[in-house]
């Protein structure tokens, strides 16, 4: 097997750093985002979130640019996880409005509300997922996926890039009921469906985003069992993102 190939060099990212600083916003913002968020039990890999150098280490001496790596399943906590993550790290002069974005999917709802954060943010959010061979090497940003209710979350970002060997895909809605409410883990119950209500509350959000809300209604024709990947004409034609920086 092959190994994974970078999908962009650390130049490409320098205008991208200049334009999303992140250190300055104020901390008041961070207090009304951190309110309102549902909290349920853990699950396994779900969203977690981490601090990414960008160049190289030798020539920074320890003080290049740093962006957000975002990797896993989004569940119910997971907004207001990423608000404490930043909460925790906005003292950093190097720190960016930058995530690179690598996720199966997971609760919609939570997403749209990673989303709106990212959004409130200004934040660039890039389908990619962060790689260091060993401590102190430089970055290499590499193929990821953002599959399901991921794309929710993607679609709130200020600025949304899905580099050429990314990938992103939608299907229909779904839920399980069972001891955790209608928005429980789910598992080992039967699949339940939209009944339009929430295709309603998603094309509004997606068009306030500034994204085509026809997106939402082709994913509303894709069976739950299976991921309808957009080619580059249908993430052009939904406004969903750009393939360079």
């Keep these: 097997m092959h190994e994974p190939r ?26 009304i985002l951190l309110g309102g968020f549902s909290v349920c039990h853990a699950r396994a890999e779900e969203m977690s979130f981490r601090l990414v150098s960008v160049g190289d280490p030798a020539r920074c ?18 907004p207001a996880e990423f608000a404490e993550f930043v909460r925790n790290n906005i003292g950093r002069a190097d720190l960016h409005a930058i995530v690179f974005l690598d996720s199966p999917g997971g609760k919609v709802v939570a997403a749209m509300e990673l989303g709106r954060i990212w959004r409130r943010l200004g934040v660039a959010a890039i389908v990619g997922r962060a790689n260091s061979a060993y401590p102190g090497s ?3 940003f590499l193929a990821a996926r953002c599959l399901s209710a991921c794309v929710y979350a993607l679609i709130g970002a200020k600025k949304r890039v899905i580099p050429p060997v990314s990938i992103v895909g939608v299907h229909r809605m779904f839920f399980y009921e069972d001891q955790g409410g209608v928005m429980g883990n789910g598992e ?8 339009g209500g929430m295709k309603a509350l998603l094309s509004n959000y997606t068009a306030r985003m500034g994204v085509n809300p026809g997106l939402i209604s082709m994913a509303e024709h ?7 990947v957009l080619s580059r004409g249908e993430i052009a034609r939904y406004r969903l993102g750009v393939s360079r920086f």
Excluded at 9 to 31: E, H, K, Y
Excluded at 61 to 78: F, L, N, S, Y
Aim: glycine fraction near 12%.
């Design 6 to 31: 970078p999908f962009v060099g650390v130049s490409g990212l320098t205008r991208l750093l200049r334009a999303m600083p992140l250190a300055m916003l104020p901390a008041f913002a961070l207090l």
């Design 61 to 78: 001496r320890g003080g290049c640019p740093a962006v957000i790596a975002a990797e896993g399943e989004i569940t119910d906590q997971t």
């Design 138 to 140: 430089t970055t290499q």
């Design 188 to 195: 080992g119950e039967r699949r339940h469906y939209d009944n």
């Design 222 to 228: 894709i069976g739950s069992e299976h991921i309808h």
